[in-house]
């Protein structure tokens, strides 16, 4: 049986108001921090979920897993020595 938006908001909005919380805190410490050239492929993908999670598309889950997904190898086998 589905639920209906309020009953979701009802059960999920005090953990979900903590995370984002948590990643509002995250940016803060980086913002407070020294970046390094380094820093900027992990930061942008971070941005880019944030976009996901922001925009007016289906998915977002999805969507926010294969942005941080491995693009296949078909030699990982050899690469993980397996």
Not at 17 to 40: G, M, N, Q
């Amino acid at each position: 049986m589905s639920r209906t938006s309020s009953e979701i908001l009802s059960q999920e909005f005090l953990q979900t108001r903590a995370k984002i919380l948590e990643i509002a805190a995250f940016f803060d410490r980086l913002d407070a921090a020294e970046l390094t050239e380094s820093d900027s492929g992990p930061l942008q993908l971070l941005c880019d979920g944030c976009g996901i999670l922001n925009d007016d598309e289906p998915d977002k889950a999805a969507r926010v897993q294969l942005l941080f997904s491995r693009q296949y190898d078909a030699q990982w086998r050899e690469q993980f020595d397996i």
